[in-house]
């Protein structure tokens, strides 16, 4: 699932393209909005909050979109060949007369009153990457179930929205736990979640996904998806495992030197790769 620095860039990129300009064609191709026409109305602006994309038009109107596993948003010049999959892929097209926004795979389209948008995302902590992150907040939400294993307590976009496994797999290395630790067990939980963030807003203006400094093939990364590699600190094997229970277990990455606190049983064999090995150029 793409974390919430891929969604800002694309958010970013959909803005300059559609926000300020008249849409002169939109095809919807769920069947909840089979028969919607935004042609004729103007883009407002395309704002990211967490993993959603909300993308306002005139009238006071929101297409909200999900990307998920597998969705993304290809932009176009009229006349260009679109390349983001087959055809019977697309789910949604917003055209304008300089740009065409694709939405391919994308598993949540749906249009909602601008003023009802809390029905789909206001049930999310403070948005790591948004201007009004509040970061006291998200502690306070993190530590109200102190029991909670952090790692999955990361990824509960109720307490801090945006982070995903890549960077809340990082961070943990980077502060020293195991993912398995409890929220009341963290000594400084102020002082991770601030991590995170520093990881996500030094990201977010490329595509590139880096904890390390490096963007060099291999380097960028600390734990993430090196399962039987020597640690770059310790040279410890990095090892894996399942965390959570179904629909929500993810796999953990950590050096079983460099990281203190419970772990299960490392996988014996090697872990399937996450569906988020870098970053998809969501908007070329």
Known sequence: MP???TVWLAAQRMHAALAGRV???SDFRVPQLATTDLSGRQVLEVVPRGKHLLTRVEGGLTLHTHFRMDGSWHLYAPGDRWSGGP???VRAVLENAEWQAVGYRLPVVELLDTADEG????????????????????VRRLRADAGAE????????????GLGNLYRT??????????????????DLEALVERGRRLMVANRCHWEQSTTGSLRRGETHWVFERTGQPCRRCGTRIVTAEQGAAPYARLSYWCPRCQLGPAPAPSRQPARRDRTPGRTKYVP
């Open 3 to 5: 974390e919430g620095d």
């Open 119 to 138: 029905r789909a995302v206001g049930h999310l902590g403070p948005d790591v990457l948004a201007g009004d992150w509040d970061a006291d907040e998200a």
């Open 170 to 187: 990082e961070v943990l290395f980077l502060r020293g736990l195991t993912p398995w630790t409890r929220v009341a067990d963290v000594p």
């Open 150 to 161: 952090i790692g999955m307590a990361l990824l509960d976009q109720r307490n801090l929205a």
């Open 87 to 89: 055809a019977w892929q």
């Open 23 to 25: 849409l002169v064609r």
